[in-house]
């Protein structure tokens, strides 16, 4: 039988599902595919929390989908590979994916919408986890914008001239699925233990007093939509609905999102390169040792090691903290930030490879509207300020007002100074 696939990705959802919305409308029987990528899997932990979160997720939707006889097809594999074997075993007309802009993503895409269409398959793809796609919010120049500030401007000049986003009807489970009896796999099948950790429950209530909260780490009030949001979980046009006329300073952190996505689609050479090639002659001191007791939290800062502790234990790190031990790790201990940016990236469950590399070349000052480097953030100044009587980090550090606590790794004035002599030295040494 002649059937449409829609390829789920990023978007692990079946509500407000741009791609799956456009395949139901077709006549043509639909099944759903998920692949796990191999590729991807081999470089993580057997119990990463992700994988876990990720596969309740699938087994939602499968059970979801069971309702109209049907259900999710699970592959694992290489993608390429994964779609051959799809080819020679079902009639392919059309294949509906939701587009997705990272750098390995869109080659990803490519090599697969080939090899469709060289064996008579249509590709078919959709704007879905973002309000403004890449190329649609640019300067009069036709150039990507790399200033936050102007960019914001723009895009919601933009939205503002948007139609009001409706909630998709309820789907009908009785038609338009195509019916089969696939089994699912269970985890350790594709090679993955069940993680104890999980992200709490997304709670858009906090949106309302987000701007007035948000920066202190004790509370729980943030939305922790994070995860969800990475995953598709929940749509960005349903987050949106909740926030735009709720609170501004949310909206903000969500064109920051958008923002970021656009400047690694049009310089992806960011992944592993500084914005601005001026700081690549930066001499980091990458010290192992150093690095391995901020990993731990255990550099004698108590905000720092608090926030490092809690990504630990929970792949969570309020956002105030992961500022301040992102510039600690840069700037007092003169450590890569890609060293950081990917420690972080192994462990947070919202995990985003646009965010997490802008963010951290914010905070090292090697990225575009990134903070200048003299700027170098006090962390006992910034406890005081966030954290006054120490809920946080006492909650996180048991031994804090003990002998047991380390002892500052380094001290404050000096670092300070070193880090911006260090960053002065490497701008302005000649470059041949």
């Known amino acids: 039988m002649k059937l449409n696939l829609v390829w789920l990705r990023r978007d692990l959802r079946l509500d407000d599902n741009t791609a799956l919305k456009a395949a139901l409308q077709k006549e043509l029987p639909v099944l759903l595919l998920f692949i796990f990528d191999t590729s991807i899997l081999d470089e993580l932990k057997r119990d990463d929390a992700r994988v876990s979160f990720i596969y309740r997720s699938l087994l939602s939707i499968h059970l979801q989908l069971r309702q109209s006889h049907s259900g999710l097809l699970i592959k694992v594999g290489h993608p390429e590979k994964v779609w051959q074997d799809l080819i020679a075993e079902y009639d392919i007309d059309t294949v509906f994916v939701n587009r997705d802009y990272e750098p390995h993503a869109i080659q990803r895409d490519e090599k697969i919408k080939g090899f469709l269409k060289n064996n008579g398959s249509r590709w078919l793809s959709f704007k879905d986890q973002v309000i403004f796609e890449p190329s649609e919010i640019l300067k009069k120049d036709g150039l990507p914008y790399t200033v936050f500030t102007p960019y914001k401007k723009r895009w919601l000049e933009s939205f503002s001239k948007l139609p009001l986003f409706h909630a998709s009807a309820e789907l009908n489970f009785q038609s338009g699925f195509f019916k089969h009896n696939t089994p699912f796999p269970s985890l350790t099948t594709i090679g993955f233990a069940e993680s104890r950790m999980r992200p709490p429950e997304f709670d858009l209530s906090k949106i309302s007093n987000y701007d007035q909260q948000r920066e202190i780490p004790a509370l729980r009030a943030t939305t922790f939509v994070g995860p969800y949001l990475r995953f598709g979980i929940i749509s960005i046009r349903t987050l949106i609905n909740q926030a735009a006329d709720k609170n501004q300073v949310y909206l903000s952190e969500l064109i920051w999102r958008e923002f970021f996505m656009q400047v690694l689609f049009h310089y992806p050479q ?27 939290g255990n550099t004698g800062y108590p905000l720092v090691d608090a926030g490092m502790r809690q990504l630990n234990a929970t792949g969570f790190m309020h956002n105030r903290v992961r500022m301040v031990a992102a510039g600690f790790l840069c700037k007092h201990l003169l450590i890569d930030w890609r060293w950081g940016e990917a420690y972080f990236a192994s462990l947070l469950f919202d995990y985003e490879l646009s965010s997490n590399n802008g963010n951290w070349q914010w905070a090292a000052g090697t990225g575009c509207d990134a903070a200048p480097y003299f700027r170098v953030f006090n962390p006992l100044i910034q406890a005081e300020k966030f954290d006054p009587e120490m809920n946080y980090v006492s909650h996180w550090i048991p031994e804090l007002n003990s002998s047991t606590y380390a002892k500052p790794i380094v001290d404050h004035a000096f670092a300070r100074q070193r880090a911006i002599d260090t960053y002065r030295h490497g701008l302005t040494k000649p470059h041949f």
């Open 270 to 296: 960011v992944v592993d390169r500084n914005f601005k090639p001026a700081f690549d002659h930066i001499p980091w001191r990458n010290n192992p040792e150093e690095f391995s007791r901020w990993c731990g």
